[in-house]
């Protein structure tokens, strides 16, 4: 690719900036989740290099969201050209500004405990002089959110529908089958035991197969137990989902486990993707067990 081809491509550039405490990190997780490179606490003299190394990564698709605070402060004189810069190759550039009541900022520093990194006599001379050090900053910013009065959640939310209306980040579900003999996945979210199914392990036309098998599957679901609690599991997960999405969670794992892990909750967990799959294309449907053998049948080969 030629030099000025390169120079042809936009990028979508986020200044993160703002008070200490204020919530610049959180917002910084909201923008990764969405697909932004994050870099924080970098000079601002070097943002256009990393700029032009994400998009000669990524081409068309840059993005990136990039923190600036008072922990480089000797470098800030250099932000405005930066920006200046930026828009005359008409990169689409937000600088957004977080802040905060010097009460919620106090509380907030006092609830974890951390110094605050202006060095000054006391949190709250450090509080003013940070906000003096900021106000230019402050009034280069397009977009300016308090959150003196906003959760951790209730921040992410805000971001997520202020500015990603048409690209809320999509939940990562992965359901997993295993066997309780081999113990519990230490990633999974939720555990659903299906040992109460009827076990094709017992019948000797299927005990060679697995739930992965037409005929296995039949076996499992050919009751009207097995099919009323699929239904009440999928309504169950219909109804969790988005409110694991609104929370701010990225990835769900579902793990559903039965003796050996390749009988039942092999079945389970397919018939579980199929469902949640027509919704969803992003999940993933693994079977943790399913080529182990019991020791019984090892002893009898």
């Known amino acids: 690719m030629s030099a000025s ?5 936009c990028a ?7 008070l200490s405490g204020s919530g610049k990190s959180t917002a910084a997780k909201v923008f990764e989740d969405l697909g932004y490179y994050c870099v924080d606490n970098v000079p601002p003299i070097l943002l256009p290099k990393i700029v032009e ?3 000669e990564a990524r081409g068309d698709d840059t993005r990136v969201a990039m923190g600036v605070d008072v922990r480089g402060k000797e470098f800030l004189p250099d932000m405005a050209r930066v920006l200046e810069e930026w828009r005359k190759k008409k990169n689409d550039v937000l600088v957004l500004f977080f802040d905060a009541s010097d009460e919620a900022l106090l509380r907030r520093f006092s609830e974890t405990r951390r110094l605050h990194p202006v060095t000054a006599q006391g949190t709250k001379e450090a509080i003013r002089k940070e906000r003096e050090i900021l106000s230019p900053l402050r009034e280069m910013s397009d977009e300016m959110i308090d959150t003196s009065q906003f959760t951790v959640h209730q921040l992410r939310d805000v971001l997520l529908h202020r500015f990603f209306k ?3 980040p999509r939940l990562q579900v992965s359901v997993i089958s295993f ?18 199914l009827p076990n094709p392990n017992f019948v000797a036309s299927l005990k060679r197969f697995t739930g992965l098998d037409n005929r296995v599957r039949d076996y499992v679901f050919k009751g009207r137990t097995a099919r009323s609690f699929l239904r009440r599991l999928t309504s169950m997960l219909q109804f969790l989902l988005p409110l694991y999405k609104k929370e701010g969670k990225a990835y769900f794992t579902l793990a559903v486990g039965c003796t050996g892990g390749r ?9 579980l993707g199929n469902f949640m799959g027509k919704e ?5 449907v693994t079977h943790r067990d399913i080529a182990r053998m019991s ?3 090892k002893g009898a080969r």
């Open 263 to 271: 009988h039942r909750s092999v079945a389970v967990a397919m018939a």
């Open 12 to 18: 979508n550039i986020v200044i993160l900036t703002g």
């Open 179 to 196: 066997g309780f003999r081999y113990g519990l996945p230490p990633e999974a979210d939720m555990v659903v035991d299906v040992r109460f």
């Open 53 to 55: 190394v994400v998009t």
């Open 5 to 9: 081809s390169r120079r042809g491509r």
């Open 295 to 297: 020791p019984v049948a």
């Open 280 to 284: 969803d294309k992003g999940i993933a």
């Open 166 to 168: 048409d690209g809320m």
